[in-house]
């Protein structure tokens, strides 16, 4: 068969394929080139055919493909297949797969079909996958799995070179508002924005990256001394110093809390110091907003020890475990006058714990609220119980923490519970700190006009360590104000104190309220606080919290408490 005949064959195979279809001679040179050139690489078929196929490929065609290819021109059997670019008319570039798959050997010519394949989609696709492997998509820094290879690579530097280097977990404080007021796309672009700040507060050979929601992790491989460190927290700092733009004029101020922890005193490996670097950061977190850590390792014993206590709160919780002791608050006379409610943690051996060794870790992980429902909800059955036996209607106060008072629907949870428990409302007395009123004043008057539309009483706990004075406390619905302890503690004998103590009683008094002493644990100080007219007292001298069926005796008992040594 001629060539011409070929040519002829071969065109009409060609002409629809979406392939480059190339007749190329033994020596380069392209013999014959199919349409789809026009399409794939923007030449006429005529612009190619004489040309050296080699004048048409891009750099990334190697001394060694070039080898290779032109062993298989001349081949009996062609194999080879390669990618590599080609250089379009315009003098961009094509990422193509090229194969020869046939040979040609005839009078007029001997070379090798070759066809070249457009794998420009599949090689953005590579890329997108190899990309979404190595970076978060969103802030377009290295992703945490990125970031723990860089740090392995340079524990085993820092080995070989005896180096120290540090290893930064950072979170921006209370993002969770940014996206709950202002949507979670505003967050985004908040992040993005946080993202491209610390990439420029940092040194070029440091390492930022993206760990997980607005939690950032950065490597800096060499640090030289203690200076370093504060310079370090400076920089990141500085990236939270101009408030972010977050569209229609507004501007968004944040801050960050940062955790670091030192190879190779806080970890031998990349996993061990983004864990501890991690437990600073929480440590930082839990004692306030901007602020910053270093790793101690007795930092993971009191996390280790709080998730403990943790997860055994939710266990407690839903068995029911928490239940209300009473403190018996006694008038001038000893008489029970009023009883004080307090939680107590039973746990399954009968044993019970007091409220400074779980109520901290309750409060930071939210189960308070729970817990200071399932009292409540026990307080006024009790109440109820002791009143249809029949029992004296001494009012029972309960504490209300300052964040279950910051419940929204707290009064109704509260009203749901007298309704169903049948107690006398007349009964309660609601607790409340200072600082609990102060965080959001108008909604908290609104709370306590609320209650006490129920029949319910307030009482101010803690008086004078908070925020709040008689002049403020004229204009609440207050009945009871509670004298801290602090100021019970130096009685009679410090000057100030006694000062104090009685012009809190004497303004309380002007004020129509009536005053309670707690803490009380000596005679001294009842005596003392007998002077000034103090309306109640509480504390160990007359009895120390009692679980109810104690509480229930003393009741039933009608007795004046005398106090401890009288």
């Given at each position: 068969m001629s060539i011409r005949r070929y040519e002829a064959l071969f065109k009409g195979l060609v002409q629809h394929a979406s392939d480059v279809v190339l007749i190329l001679e033994s020596d380069g040179r392209v013999r014959f080139c199919g349409p789809s050139a026009r399409s794939l690489l923007g030449y006429a078929p005529e612009e190619i055919e004489g040309r050296d196929f080699f004048s048409l490929v891009g750099e990334g065609f190697?001394?060694?493909?070039?080898?290779?290819f032109s062993s298989n021109l001349v081949a009996e059997h062609p194999t080879f297949m390669a990618g590599f670019p080609m250089r379009k008319a315009d003098g961009t570039e094509l990422p193509v797969e090229a194969a020869a798959s046939n040979y040609l050997r005839n009078p007029e010519i001997v070379g090798v079909i070759m066809t070249l394949r457009d794998v420009s989609r599949q090689k953005k696709a590579e890329e997108r996958a190899l990309f979404y492997e190595y970076f978060d998509p969103l802030t377009r820094l290295p992703n945490r799995e990125s970031f723990v290879r860089d740090v392995d690579r340079n524990v085993s530097i820092?080995?070989?070179?005896g180096r120290v280097f540090g290893v930064m977990a950072l979170g921006l404080d209370r993002f969770k508002m940014v996206n709950d007021m202002y949507g979670t796309k505003t967050g985004d672009e908040v992040l993005k924005s946080v993202a491209g700040a610390l990439r420029s507060s940092f040194?070029?050979?440091?390492?930022?990256?993206?760990?997980?929601?607005?939690?950032?992790?950065?490597l800096f491989p060499d640090i030289k001394s203690q200076d370093h460190i504060k310079e370090i927290i400076a920089k990141a700092r500085a990236a939270f110093i101009d408030p972010i733009p977050i569209g229609l004029g507004q501007k968004l101020n944040l801050s960050a809390s940062m955790g670091v922890a030192f190879f190779p005193n806080?970890?031998?490996?990349?996993?061990e110091l983004v864990r501890n670097a991690e437990t600073a950061l929480y440590m930082a977190k839990e004692s306030g907003r901007d602020g910053y850590r270093l790793f101690d390792a007795r930092l993971n014993g009191e996390i280790i020890e709080r998730q403990r206590i943790e997860s055994d709160l939710g266990q407690a919780i839903g068995e029911r475990r928490f239940e209300p002791f009473f403190q018996p608050k006694v008038d001038r006379s000893g008489f029970i006058v009023g009883a004080e409610a307090l939680v107590r943690w039973r746990m399954p051996n009968g044993e019970t714990k007091n409220p400074s060794e779980f109520i901290d870790v309750a409060e930071r992980s939210g189960n308070i609220d729970r817990i200071g429902s399932m009292i409540i909800m026990k307080t006024c059955e009790l109440a109820a119980s002791w009143s249809a036996a029949g029992l004296p209607d001494i009012p029972i106060s309960i504490n209300l923490s300052p964040r279950q008072f910051g419940q929204e629907f707290l009064v109704d949870d509260i009203t749901a519970i007298i309704e169903s428990?049948?107690?006398?409302?007349?009964r309660l007395e609601f607790e409340i700190t200072e600082s609990g009123i102060m965080t959001n004043?108008?909604?908290?008057i609104r709370k306590l006009l609320e209650l006490k539309a129920l029949g319910a009483a307030i009482s101010i706990d803690d008086f004078g360590t908070g925020y709040s004075s008689f002049s403020k406390l004229k204009d609440y619905p207050v009945d009871t104000v509670k004298m801290d302890k602090s100021f019970i503690d130096?009685?009679?004998?410090?000057k100030k104190a006694s000062i104090i103590a009685s012009a809190i009683v004497d303004m309380a008094h002007t004020l129509s309220f009536s005053v309670v002493a707690e803490g009380v644990e000596t005679l001294d100080q009842m005596a003392f606080l007998d002077t000034i007219f103090c309306d109640q007292y509480q504390g160990y001298l007359f009895s120390r919290p009692v679980p109810q069926d104690e509480f229930r005796r003393m009741l039933a008992a009608g007795a004046a408490l005398l106090p401890s040594g009288a």
């Open positions: 190697d001394t060694e493909q070039r080898a290779m820092a080995m070989n070179r040194r070029n050979d440091d390492v930022v990256s993206r760990y997980r929601g607005d939690k950032f992790l950065a806080d970890g031998k490996d990349a996993a428990t049948g107690v006398d409302p007349r004043e108008r909604e908290s130096p009685l009679p004998h410090d």
